[in-house]
């Protein structure tokens, strides 16, 4: 596996792919990486000859008191995991590489009727940061395909949907949410909780199943199952954030007309904000 931090290296290295009319799946990461990251390079792999991994925290989707110093990062054996799963080339640049000269980019993009709903009204800013580097990623590799994980939804509808604005030549690929034997999905911010939060933490997938079974059963009261489920969550120990029942296309709250559904939640629990969600087709 080639590890290149320069923006014209790794030009001239994908140039050479690209002549020889190479297949480029793309999986972009902060690192500290899991099963659940490792599994998006496995389906990377399904989908091109040449799969690039990128590792960099990006100091624009983090607000002012998040934890963008504090985020883990593990570089040397998130390098081992990716070489060991067959990744062809990393791409992890620094933060003056990405965003020289003032170390902000200028020019943002912004998914407007998708950014400042459920974590976007949390976390202000953070999905025009996310959109903004993932575009940038995306004009620097150039991939034809680009993988993501499921677990951060909105994220992958924001994604989606900036890359279909701007006719940006890119398959966008959602990757099933990848679960520890507890069912809580796995993530790099599960490394802030103690052995008690870790099995504390299983509830807010519980609560999204349990929710999902009544909506099964033809239960159509939304507001009152989203209060039931944050009710539940604070009595294990859980600070609310949100828990809803949305469309899937467009996140608004699901009306009783509405069939396809996705239940999402986010919850503070000890240093973390954890999220989940389950999407679901209901039979009319
Ligand atoms: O999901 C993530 O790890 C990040 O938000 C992403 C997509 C790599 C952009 O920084």
Request: aromatic fraction near 8%; charge should be negative.
């Amino acid at each position: 596996m080639q590890t290149i931090d320069s923006i014209s290296q790794l030009r001239s290295y994908l140039w050479k792919a690209k002549l020889e009319h190479k297949v480029i799946a793309f999986v972009p990461t902060m690192g500290n990486l899991h099963e659940g990251h490792l599994q998006l390079i496995d389906r990377a792999l399904e989908e091109a000859d040449l799969v690039v991994a990128s590792i960099f925290v990006n100091p624009l989707q983090f607000g002012p008191g998040e934890d963008f110093n504090g985020y883990p990062r593990t570089f040397i054996a998130d390098q081992e995991k990716l070489m060991s799963r067959g990744c062809h080339v990393l791409f992890a640049p620094s933060v003056e590489e990405m965003y020289p000269a003032t170390n902000i980019s200028s020019t943002v993009v912004k998914v407007p009727h998708l950014d400042q709903l459920l974590c976007g009204a949390s976390r202000p800013g953070h999905f025009t940061g996310v959109a903004t580097v993932v575009s940038k990623l995306f004009g620097i590799v150039q991939p034809d395909v680009a993988i993501f994980g499921l677990k951060d939804f909105q994220q992958f509808l924001v994604i989606k949907q900036f890359t279909n604005d701007l006719c940006l030549p890119v398959k966008i690929i959602g990757a099933p949410i990848a679960r520890a034997e507890s069912g809580l999905a796995l993530s790099s911010r599960n490394g802030y909780l103690s052995a008690i939060e870790l099995d504390q933490a299983a509830h807010l997938y519980r609560c999204l199943i349990e929710c999902r079974l009544a909506l099964e059963s033809g239960q159509k009261t939304f507001d009152k199952l989203a209060e039931h489920a944050q009710c539940q969550l604070e009595s294990v120990g859980f600070t609310r954030d949100y828990f809803k029942i949305c469309r899937q296309d467009d996140l608004q709250p699901a009306t009783s007309d509405d069939t396809h559904l996705v239940i999402v939640a986010a919850a503070y629990l000890g240093k973390a904000r954890l999220i989940d969600n389950i999407r679901l087709t209901l039979t009319p």
